[in-house]
């Protein structure tokens, strides 16, 4: 089960520009938490504690405030286009057992073989898992491939109880090649000492 990451924040009566401006001043971060059909709540948050966990992707957040607990998932974060400063958050609620389907990055792990690298051919896979076991990332080995091989959707091993929500589970995630630079250079090595041979024999018949 994920981790689930407890913020403590405070009902907000202020709205607009203004309002909002001054509660960025006073770090903090004014907040919406939706819940479908719902009348939305309307909080601020400590903006150090919630900037650093941010950091953390498809994150479950247990939200406390005006003496009720939430459980929620990040579904939209507004930033200042230039200093990159959070203005504002919409969360979505969200309770136990319930799925819902997020883009998580794939990742390399392990070492190919000789001189093939291996190359991310989709960067992010859409998993499909309970809100409380969201995946962070997903960790893809690589370790003895070789030149030519290739890691399938359907391949990629999924933490339990999520599933790939993809249209084809043949799609390349992973590619294992030799980069052309490299394989130019090693023929052209080759070339070279077969060239170098005759050249030695002559020499050493002059002598």
Do not use: C, W
């Amino acid at each position: 089960m994920a981790n689930t990451i407890k913020l403590s924040g405070q009902v907000r009566d202020e709205f607009g520009k203004g309002a909002a401006r001054r509660m960025r001043v006073a770090g903090e971060i004014p907040a919406t938490v939706y819940a479908g059909g719902a009348q939305p709540d309307y909080i601020k948050l400590p903006m150090r504690e919630t900037t650093l966990a941010l950091r953390r992707a498809n994150a479950l957040f247990s939200i406390n405030f005006g003496g009720k607990t939430k459980m929620a998932v990040v579904k939209d974060v507004q930033r200042n286009p230039v200093k990159r400063q959070i203005e504002h958050i919409d969360f979505y609620e969200v309770r136990a057992g319930e799925k819902m389907t997020v883009e998580v990055p794939v990742f390399i792990n392990g070492e190919t073989k000789g001189a093939a690298v291996a190359f991310i051919d989709m960067q992010n896979l859409q998993i499909r898992a309970d809100v409380t076991n969201l995946p962070e990332r997903i960790d893809v080995s690589v370790e003895g491939l070789s030149d030519g091989d290739k890691i399938l959707a359907k391949d990629v091993k999924l933490p339990e109880g999520a599933e790939l929500v993809i249209d084809d589970p043949e799609d390349s995630v992973i590619t294992v090649e030799v980069p052309k630079e490299e394989a130019i250079e090693e023929p052209a090595a080759a070339t070279a000492e077969a060239e170098a041979a005759p050249a030695a024999e002559s020499a050493d018949t002059q002598e």
